[in-house]
Each structure stands twice: as structure tokens, then as C-alpha cells.
T-cell receptor, first 114, second 115 residues
Framework: AQSVSQHNHHVILSEAASLELGCNYS??????LFWYVQYPGQHLQLLLK??????LVKGIKGFEAEFIKSKFSFNLRKPSVQWSDTAEYFC????????????FGAGTRLFVKA | GAVVSQHPSRVICKSGTSVKIECRSL??????MFWYRQFPKQSLMLMATSNEGSKATYEQGVEKDKFLINHASLTLSTLTVTSAHPEDSSFYICSARVQGRTEAFFGQGTRLTVV
């Protein structure tokens, strides 16, 4: 079955620290990959997406992610986090089947200390 | 663009009653909408895929008679939780896909509490 795995459930960082959140997926073919963010009390927002081309994608708010096909990974990075990045981050994947139904990872809760 | 609106944002109902949640795409036509359920501190679990004008496709383990989905128009899908029980209390989120694009856009969610 298709699945998405996020390595870290909780991450605590100090402001200005660098961030890397891991994501691996188990789809066999062509995939579309996403990172979503959910700030406290708010709905999901798309941070960035990859579906083809340059495997290093840049998103909003200084986030970027790198697609490594050989490792089935799509890790999220940010060089210097801010207190306002405190949120939950979800990696998600679809493969274009089932009407592009999207499967989510378990999420990583990030807390940034001021 | 690509705004998805859910209504209501919060609802409290008595055990045994039914509750309807609406999901609207405000500025685009959505041939496909998705319904998710999110338990506290957990991820989004896909419940079903809703296609305009046809029956919804439910994920394994989701009771189709309990969670009725209707997608009667290109801008509206509804989820009805029938004979609700306290264990149905959860956060329900819909998303809609813009035709020709790979990602879906999410509504703000509906918090259902069954007492």
C-alpha cells in the first residue's frame, strides 16, 4: 500500500537554528510531492510542491525541499527558523491515480523557542 | 484564487442525530473533492474521494452508510454523518482539486462534537 513516513514527530529548535524534516514515501511510479503547514488554529496551507523538473524546490517563507528519487525522499529544509514557524508540518504524496487523492504523513510538530 | 470554504466551522450535536457539512469551491470548479478526518495530534486520514455526478469512492474501513457524501455540483460536496456517536467527534476537512493541477486546496475544517 502507498504510504508516507515522517521521521520526526516532535522537533524543538531555537530561533536561527537550521531545520530539516525527513519524509519518505513508498510509491513505485511517478509522484507529486507536497509539504503542507498547519499553524495553530488554522487550516492547512501549501508550503511547496514538486511534480517535475528541478528536484530542489523553493516554497514560501524561505522553505525548500529536495526530491531524491533514489531514496524515495522529499526532505524539508529551512536555513534559519523563526518563532513564527512553530506549527505542524505534513508531507503528502499523490501519484495521479484516484483523482489525485493525496496521502499524508503523520506530521511533525515543530516548536521554535524565542 | 482557489479558495475552499467549509460550513459550519464548529458543530455540536446530540448522539443519534445527523449532521451535514458543506464544502464549497468558491472561485473554481472542482470535479474532485476529498474528505479527510483528523484526530487530535494526528495526521489527516483520507475518508473518501467525491466525484461530481457520481458515487463517492470510500477508503477501506470507512462506513459509506454512516458517512454519506454527495457531490451534486461542480462547486459543492456535502458530508453527512448519520446517527452520530461520540466516537465520531473529530475534525473533518475537505479539499478540492483544480482540474489540470496536481495539488488540492483545503477548507478550514469542521470540528464536530457529539454529546
Amino acid at each position: 500500500a502507498q504510504s508516507v513516513s515522517q521521521h520526526n514527530h516532535h522537533v524543538i529548535l531555537s530561533e536561527a537554528a537550521s531545520l530539516e524534516l525527513g519524509c519518505n514515501y513508498s510509491y513505485g511510479g511517478t509522484v507529486n510531492l507536497f509539504w503542507y503547514v498547519q499553524y495553530p488554529g488554522q487550516h492547512l496551507q501549501l508550503l511547496l510542491k514538486y511534480f517535475s523538473g528541478d528536484p530542489l524546490v523553493k516554497g514560501i517563507k524561505g522553505f525548500e525541499a529536495e526530491f531524491i528519487k533514489s531514496k524515495f525522499s522529499f526532505n524539508l529544509r529551512k536555513p534559519s527558523v523563526q518563532w513564527s514557524d512553530t506549527a505542524e508540518y505534513f508531507c503528502a504524496v499523490n501519484d495521479g491515480t484516484g483523482g489525485f487523492k493525496t496521502i499524508f504523513g503523520a506530521g511533525t510538530r515543530l516548536f521554535v523557542k524565542a | 484564487g482557489a479558495v475552499v470554504s467549509q460550513h459550519p466551522s464548529r458543530v455540536i450535536c446530540k448522539s443519534g442525530t445527523s449532521v451535514k457539512i458543506e464544502c464549497r469551491s468558491l472561485d473554481f470548479q472542482a470535479t474532485t473533492m476529498f474528505w479527510y478526518r483528523q484526530f487530535p495530534k494526528q495526521s489527516l486520514m483520507l475518508m473518501a474521494t467525491s466525484n461530481e455526478g457520481s458515487k463517492a469512492t470510500y477508503e477501506q474501513g470507512v462506513e459509506k452508510d454512516k458517512f454519506l457524501i454527495n457531490h451534486a455540483s461542480l462547486t459543492l460536496s456535502t458530508l453527512t454523518v448519520t446517527s452520530a456517536h461520540p466516537e465520531d467527534s473529530s475534525f473533518y476537512i475537505c479539499s478540492a482539486r483544480v482540474q489540470g493541477r496536481t495539488e488540492a486546496f483545503f477548507g478550514q475544517g469542521t470540528r464536530l462534537t457529539v454529546v
